[in-house]
């Protein structure tokens, strides 16, 4: 799987869209980018994936360039709740379901 | 729908002793993935279980070891206890031939090695 890079950790404000980087510039033309998040002391948490077009959902929007080399999670309105470690993966479909975690970005939303 | 457990919650070994992590899937779901997580760093994944057999594994040595159940709960076996596998561990399951279904983590138990 493609390695991505995220920034260590980043700042948000409550009630403000937080956008949160990944880049991925060795990806595969078969890989998909998924985003999960870790609140403390929980499992991580699946927020949404893509492959070439943007996608939204209750949680997230995914925006990612047309190249596939970066992608954007947008939470639109956070919340204290949304305080967790955001992992950005990419990974080929297929049965082997290994998810490559690397260190994440640490957001924290500030009331 | 029940999600993934996993017992215990938390555990204290001491070094050269062997632990046994238990978890059960989601309902419907006939996968479990193993992942082990240091304090500071994302998960590691360690091996994954499908039909009661290991499929795939990560840079772990073979004194972790896994068994599936036919009710497709799991567990996580780790002998020779070392000071550096104290850290969380989770398991996540998963519907093996649906597309792209994504993973559900349990909220994991937290071994310490002293």
């Known amino acids: 799987d493609a390695k991505t890079t995220q920034p260590p950790s980043m700042d948000c404000a409550e009630g403000r869209a937080a956008n949160l980087p990944c880049n991925h510039s060795?990806?595969?033309?078969?890989?998909?980018v998924y985003w999960y998040r870790q609140i403390h002391s929980q499992g991580p948490q699946y927020i949404i994936h893509g492959l070439k077009n943007n996608e939204t959902n209750e949680m997230a929007s995914l925006i990612i360039t047309e190249d596939r080399k970066s992608s954007t999670l947008i939470l639109p309105h956070a919340t204290l709740r949304d305080t967790a470690v955001y992992y950005c993966?990419?990974?080929?479909?297929?049965?082997?379901?290994?998810?490559?975690f690397g260190a994440g970005t640490t957001v924290t939303v500030r009331a | 729908e029940t999600g993934v457990t996993q017992s215990p919650t938390h555990l204290i070994k001491t070094r050269g002793q062997q632990v046994t992590l238990r978890c059960s899937s989601q309902?419907?779901?006939?996968?479990v993935s193993w992942y082990q997580q240091a304090l500071g760093q994302g998960p590691q994944f360690i091996f994954q279980?499908?039909?009661?057999?290991?499929?795939g594994r990560g840079n772990f040595p073979p004194r972790f070891s896994g068994l599936q159940f036919p009710n497709y709960s799991s567990e996580l076996n780790v002998n020779a206890l070392e000071l550096d596998d104290s850290a969380l561990y989770l398991c996540a399951s998963s519907y093996r031939g649906a597309h792209l279904n994504e993973q559900f983590f349990g909220p994991g138990t937290r071994l310490t090695v002293l």
């Open positions: 309902s419907g779901h006939n996968t």
């Open positions: 279980y499908y039909r009661e057999e290991e499929n």
């Open positions: 060795t990806i595969s033309g078969n890989e998909y």
């Open positions: 993966i990419v990974r080929v479909d297929s049965n082997d379901y290994k998810l490559s």
